[in-house]
């Protein structure tokens, strides 16, 4: 990592992971990536390696599916179970050839897509007045909400909110993450404290297996979402049965792939919840498949996927460049890296 990333759980100064490439009897190749989170419970790099291994030998030459049902069924015959980095891989991977056999993008083939997604910007300063600057640099480059990791002393976060709401402006929205670091109590204080800065969203304020704090605290003049507690087994259903947060957070890489989160997104849809789609800090292809996976998901909220600032410069960055608050969805078919000569990189 290019910088270091502090949240209530980890501080995180590299990531560490696996690209799975997948060939057809053509030549043709679905890139996939596992780069797992054990913060947000997914397996560890160990158990990735055992389960992608599995996985090559029971795919053997088995026929491909041609459809996105039959990549759901083969995904449960193999050994992923537990494992939902591993399974993002293989699936991520599974996607990328169909899209390419059918000549569109993975976004149109998850469903109706935009052609670009809106993105927060993340901030990383800790001291107030640099991170004033680097809110002001932000939206002066068009980013539409800002997001704050906070958790340390209130009456740090106070100071720090105000320098950001008074250098950004008031058009910006101000998202504030805790990264589930507050009790109930600790999260109403705060939410109190910083509301009056026009908070967007506040997401994971309370323990991730502390379910009913997010209704305990969204009547509080702010937005909630669930971030950390998503990767609680049965968490997304009964979050949205109870209507107890205003968005879900989906980190596909965590959730097992870009089909269960597209499950979970229309599920929420219909229930009146919103969504919005996070990195996990993975690498090119796991943000590239992130990004259709936003296209087809559609979301009124912000997509929490311009994270590349805190990387090394990699092959595909390019494509995950924002334009004024914006990331351009590749229109070519699958994940759209064969498109130039970054695949022959990969």
């Given at each position: 990592m290019r910088r270091q990333l502090v949240t209530?759980?980890?501080t995180y100064f590299e990531r560490s992971g696996f690209r799975v490439e997948l060939r057809d009897p053509s030549g043709a190749v679905g890139l996939g990536e596992a780069m797992p989170l054990e913060a947000f419970r997914t397996e560890g790099l160990a158990t990735v390696a055992e389960r992608l291994a599995g996985c090559a030998e029971a795919l053997g030459t088995r026929a491909l599916p041609e459809d996105v049902g039959g990549i759901t069924a083969l995904l449960g015959s193999l050994p992923l179970g537990g494992a939902p980095a591993s399974r993002h891989a293989v699936e991520c991977a599974l996607l990328d050839l169909l899209a390419q056999w059918r000549g569109v993008s993975i976004a149109a083939l998850l469903g109706p897509a935009s052609p670009s997604v809106r993105v927060n910007a993340l901030l990383l300063e800790r001291e107030p007045a640099r991170l004033a600057e680097e809110a002001e640099a932000a939206a002066r480059a068009g980013y539409p909400v800002?997001?704050?990791?906070?958790?340390?002393p209130l009456?740090?976060?106070?100071?720090r909110l105000e320098a950001v709401r008074r250098t950004a402006g008031g058009d910006v929205g101000l998202r504030i993450d805790s990264n589930g670091g507050w009790t109930r109590e600790a999260a109403a204080a705060a939410i109190d404290a910083l509301v009056p800065f026009g908070l967007e969203l506040c997401e994971q304020p309370a323990a991730p297996d502390d379910l009913g704090a997010f209704g305990w605290l969204r009547w509080r003049g702010v937005r909630i979402a669930a971030d950390?507690?998503?990767a609680i087994q049965g968490a997304p259903g009964r979050l949205i049965a109870s209507k107890g947060v205003d968005a879900l957070v989906l980190k596909p890489m965590v959730l097992g792939g870009l089909l269960p989160c597209l499950s979970i997104a229309e599920q929420a849809r219909a229930a009146?919840?919103?969504c919005y789609v996070t990195s996990a800090i993975e690498g090119p292809v796991g943000r590239l498949a992130a990004v259709h996976l936003a296209a087809a998901v559609g979301s009124q909220l912000p997509h929490g996927l311009a994270v590349g600032p805190l990387l090394e410069p990699a092959p595909g960055e390019e494509l995950l460049v924002p334009v004024r608050g914006s990331i351009a969805v590749p229109s070519a078919p699958g994940l759209g890296w064969h498109s130039s000569s970054r695949g022959a990189s990969a």
């Open positions: 209530a759980a980890e800002l997001k704050i990791k906070v958790g340390g009456e740090t976060d106070v100071r950390e507690s998503m009146g919840v919103g």
